[in-house]
């Protein structure tokens, strides 16, 4: 599994930082012994290329944070942006959140997506963070 993270993590970088954005990258690894099939290493990978392509979209973002967090039974995946964000319920999914979701489900995953909420004023949101958990 490190070896897809520390791919992940390159490519991130390298299509972030050509687009002038930070990023910030934890990992949080309780467990030694994990392995990920085939798919769900493709699809994981396309999904998060896809997420971080719609961040440079459309997000108007400056900082992007990717939070990992593995223990025995899952991979879960938090990418958040301080950009305009907006209420999920006003976003049209088009192809790209169409083809992750598919992707994530093929996989026996879950993604969700939700608003930043600062400050704790509701009327005042910015970013937005995805949510992937995949099952080991």
Known sequence: IQT?????SQR???ELHSEGLKLKWD???????IFISPRQQINLQRSFDEII???IKHAKASQVNVFICI?????????????VGGHTNNWIKGNGMNTICARIH???????????NHLGDTNYQ??????????L
């Open 27 to 33: 990992s949080f690894i309780l467990t030694d012994e």
């Open 4 to 8: 897809v993270l520390d791919n992940l």
């Open 53 to 55: 392509s719609n961040i």
């Open 71 to 83: 223990n025995d039974t899952n991979l879960n995946i938090q990418i958040c942006d301080d950009g």
């Open 12 to 14: 991130c970088i390298t």
């Open 126 to 135: 910015r970013g937005c963070c995805t949510n992937l958990q995949i099952p």
């Open 106 to 116: 093929e996989i026996n995953g879950n993604v969700d997506w939700k608003n930043n």
